[in-house]
Structures are given as structure tokens and as C-alpha cells.
């Protein structure tokens, strides 16, 4: 049976943890790749097998209810989902950098209001 989130476990966010540890424990943080998204919402990415050398394993994220599948033996959380976790928390972080950053710019670019205002106290 392959590892499957439960929507309970992810309300709770221990699973999540468990994940993550064995992320970081096993070394599979960065190691994660995203093939494809479906017309779903489904994300597939792909993670290396660190007991089969050459071979990765699948894990799949249903982007709308939060479920994350893995194809690896496991009956538990495990090291391949916690990269998934982890990839997509540093995609939402270098999202929300971008966006702010893009919206700095936006207020900076007044176009020159900021000196023909300064000329009107002179």
C-alpha cells in the first residue's frame, strides 16, 4: 500500500511534520521535480529513490482537497512526500517575494511624481 495522506492527518498537521523530518533526516529536500500539472489540479512531481539508485519514485498532490500520494512502499508519511512539502512551501514563499517585490516597483515608478513635487516647494 503507498503512502497517503488522510484529509484528518492533514487537518492536523502532524502528518506534515513527520514528512518534513524525514525530509531533512533522509536528505530529499531539493531534490523534488515538478513534471506536470492535469486540467485537474493535480500536481506531479518526481523524487529520487535512495534505495534503488537511478529510481524515482511519483508523488502526486491534489492541488484542491490537499491529499498527497506517493507511490513508494510506505504505509506512512514519508521522506519523498515531505519533499514535495517542502518544494511547494519554497515555491510559495519565492511567489510572495516576487509579488512584493513587483509591487515596490510599481509604487517607485510614480513615473516622477516624487520630483516635480519637490520642485513645486522650491
Given at each position: 500500500m503507498a503512502a497517503t495522506m488522510s484529509m484528518a492527518a492533514a487537518d492536523s498537521g502532524l502528518w506534515k511534520i513527520r514528512a518534513l523530518e524525514l525530509a531533512n533526516t533522509k536528505h530529499t529536500i531539493g531534490a523534488a521535480r515538478l513534471l506536470f500539472t492535469t486540467v485537474y489540479g493535480r500536481e506531479v512531481w518526481t523524487v529520487p529513490s535512495r534505495a534503488h539508485k537511478g529510481e524515482v519514485h511519483q508523488v502526486t498532490v491534489d492541488?484542491?482537497?490537499?491529499?498527497i500520494h506517493c507511490d513508494c512502499p510506505s504505509t506512512r508519511a514519508c521522506s519523498h512526500q515531505g519533499a514535495v512539502i517542502h518544494a511547494e512551501r519554497m515555491r510559495e514563499q519565492a511567489t510572495?517575494?516576487?509579488q512584493s517585490e513587483?509591487?515596490?516597483?510599481?509604487?517607485?515608478?510614480?513615473?516622477g511624481a516624487l520630483m516635480d513635487a519637490g520642485r513645486g516647494w522650491n
Open positions: 492541488t484542491t482537497s490537499g491529499r510572495r517575494a516576487l513587483q509591487e515596490w516597483r510599481r509604487e517607485c515608478d510614480m513615473g
